[in-house]
């Protein structure tokens, strides 16, 4: 008798976790609802806001400003 006790406990523990995992709720992801804010762009659902930031275009300058073609030493 001790030897099939000590084998069904076991097992009903794993059933009882079984059962426990099966009837917990699912997790549903809400649709991301995202507005535009200035420089960058916020997308939000319950519980969670991720901001994104939107870079401008970067203006690059000459590499040698006072170099000028036509422009010679005298």
């Keep these: 008798m001790r030897t099939t006790l000590s084998y069904l406990t076991p097992l009903l523990v794993a059933a009882a976790a079984a059962a426990t995992i099966a ?7 809400a649709p ?3 507005i535009d804010v200035g420089s960058a762009t916020q997308c939000g659902s319950p519980g969670n806001v991720q901001i994104t ?14 170099f000028v073609i036509g422009d010679h030493h005298r």
Excluded: E, I, M
């Design 53 to 66: 930031a939107n870079t401008p275009p970067v203006q690059y300058q000459p590499l040698y400003p006072y």
């Design 23 to 29: 009837a917990a709720p699912v997790a549903v992801a």
């Design 32 to 34: 991301l609802s995202c």
